[in-house]
């Protein structure tokens, strides 16, 4: 399963799902159904049945709703023990009134999947076992010991036993299979919920810090003016108050304090990109700022331009729109390279017609191939690659997922590297093909060894003297945005600034 478990998530993370109008409401409707039945029965059909008994057995359930409605809010949210107890509740209310009215020739037998269907999809494995089991029994039970239906004419309805032997066996193979279909899709749709869940902090996480570099230039701008001014006028005092040294002192403090205002100013403004001009960038500048908190990390880090190393001054290229989901989304990327890289990380920008592509490739030991066709699903625990004999098993690129910038990575469990031994849960992986598809790319993962026509291994003395020749032979992610998408088409105007955006703290 993609949280580690068979068939399940965490009972920690389902608690409270279930609230008590939810289940009341469902008893509610199941009583006024087996009410209406009994009397269709009895008073259409002319069978002859036990009424006092089935309408006792629907009694109990309609005590029960009246009593949980008087106790509790109707909105509270029951325990996962509360939820059990209620279901088992349901299983046996509803057997006994199947064993009155003809056990499993009744064709409402079917209803007995109920109740675990609700536990497969609200409450733990465990407690869906224990539901299963119950309801198992209970079938059993059903096909051997029940009152037979009985027409008015005499007639009872007693199938042969193959026939009754084979809906027993079609209600058992049904338990087992709509539970745990039932459960496979509700762990999956939980796992999705909550990896996207962390793949939208991370996105507020990269726009709080986007609106806050924007209110630091935003601060810069109108604030440099004044200290401009206050500059000058201290100048100009410092030079009329030169026989007074007190006061000369004094001014020199105040000017040096204004240029230390301007620089601090100047500081937090590098990273402030909501000025209208700095919205668009040439596409090696956004890569750039995705790859710089990971450049000075011990690999070293190639970006190439259609396949030539970047030249300064830097060739006619795309204009990019400033988007924090693909910054944050290549930055993830980069930083999984530059967590398996040997030497170096390779970061190729090619455009065409009709595309523009970012790939990020490394010279580590690349993904394992059991993984390469779930890279990019949360909770998918990636297991170390077989190495050759006689050498240490090497991690899978997918293993280690991407930390949130600014945060420090945890601590390898073996007090290394991080490397060996390590399982990841994909998160990094996740978060970066969610946030780069939002704004339209494609995203795809392989191995540099395993192109057609590999270019010769980055491993080698020679080509390692010389890496920007190379082509990354471990991990390879691409991503591949249609022009316009990411890009301004070419020929298309930027158009004028205009007015800055007003900033408030209330953005930040």
């Known amino acids: 399963m993609a949280d580690g478990l068979p068939f399940g998530i965490p009972a920690r993370g389902r608690v409270d799902w279930v609230r008590l109008r939810t289940l009341t409401a469902l008893r509610w409707l199941a009583a006024l159904g087996q009410g209406a039945a009994v009397l269709f029965a009895d008073l259409v059909l002319k069978m002859e049945l036990p009424i006092g008994a089935c309408f006792g057995a629907i009694a109990a359930s309609v005590s029960l709703n009246i009593v949980a409605e008087a106790v509790h809010a109707p909105n509270k949210r029951l325990s996962e023990r509360g939820v059990a107890l209620t279901l088992l509740f349901d299983l046996a209310q509803l057997g006994t009134l199947l064993f009155l009215t003809g056990g499993l020739t009744n064709p409402f037998a079917l209803l007995v999947l109920a109740p675990v269907i609700v536990s497969a999809t609200a409450l733990s494995l465990r407690s869906t076992l224990v539901l299963g089991l119950f309801a198992a029994a209970e079938i059993s039970l059903l096909a051997l010991v029940y009152i037979p239906l009985v027409f008015a004419d005499g007639t009872v309805v007693e199938p042969p036993t193959t026939i009754m032997a084979g809906t027993w066996a079609a209600l058992m193979t049904g338990l087992a299979f709509v539970a745990g279909y039932a459960r496979r899709v509700t762990a999956e749709m939980w796992t999705m919920t909550k990896a996207l869940g962390a793949a939208q902090e991370a996105l507020g996480r990269e726009q709080r810090l986007t609106a806050i570099g924007g209110l630091a230039a935003a601060a810069a701008h109108e604030l440099g003016t004044p200290l401009a001014t206050i500059k000058l006028v201290a100048g100009e005092l410092s030079r009329e108050l030169r026989d007074q040294p007190e006061l000369h002192e004094d001014v020199a403090l105040i000017r040096q304090q204004a240029e230390r205002c301007r620089e601090i100013l100047r500081e937090l403004s590098a990273s402030g990109k909501d000025d209208r001009h700095m919205r668009t960038a040439p596409i090696y500048r956004l890569v750039e700022e995705a790859a710089a908190p990971h450049s000075d990390r011990g690999k070293r880090v190639i970006l190439r331009l259609q396949g ?44 065409n017609d009709r595309h523009l592509r970012i790939a990020v490739g490394d010279d580590g030991p690349g993904f394992g191939a059991d993984m390469l066709g779930r890279l990019g699903d949360p909770f998918v625990r990636a297991r170390m690659r077989p190495a050759p004999a006689g050498e240490k098993p090497a991690p899978s690129s997918a293993e280690k997922p991407a930390p949130p910038p600014g945060e420090p990575e945890a601590e390898a469990p073996d007090g290394g590297d991080g490397r060996a031994g390590y399982e990841g849960m994909g998160l990094g992986l996740f978060i970066a093909k969610t946030l780069l598809e939002r704004t339209g790319a494609r995203v795809s993962f392989a191995n540099g060894g395993d192109a057609e026509a590999r270019a010769p291994d980055a491993r080698d003395p020679e080509i390692r003297l010389f890496p920007e020749t190379a082509r990354a032979p471990g991990a390879v992610v691409e991503a591949v945005w249609p022009r316009g998408a990411l890009d301004l088409p070419e020929g298309r105007p930027r158009g004028a600034l205009g007015p800055n955006d007003a900033f408030s703290l209330g953005n930040v």
């Open 308 to 351: 030539r190393p970047l030249t300064d001054p830097p060739p006619p290229q795309p204009e990019a729109m400033r988007r924090p989901e693909v910054i944050h989304g290549l930055r993830n990327l980069v930083q999984n390279a530059v967590d398996f890289a040997e030497a170096s990380v390779w970061i190729d920008i090619d455009w």
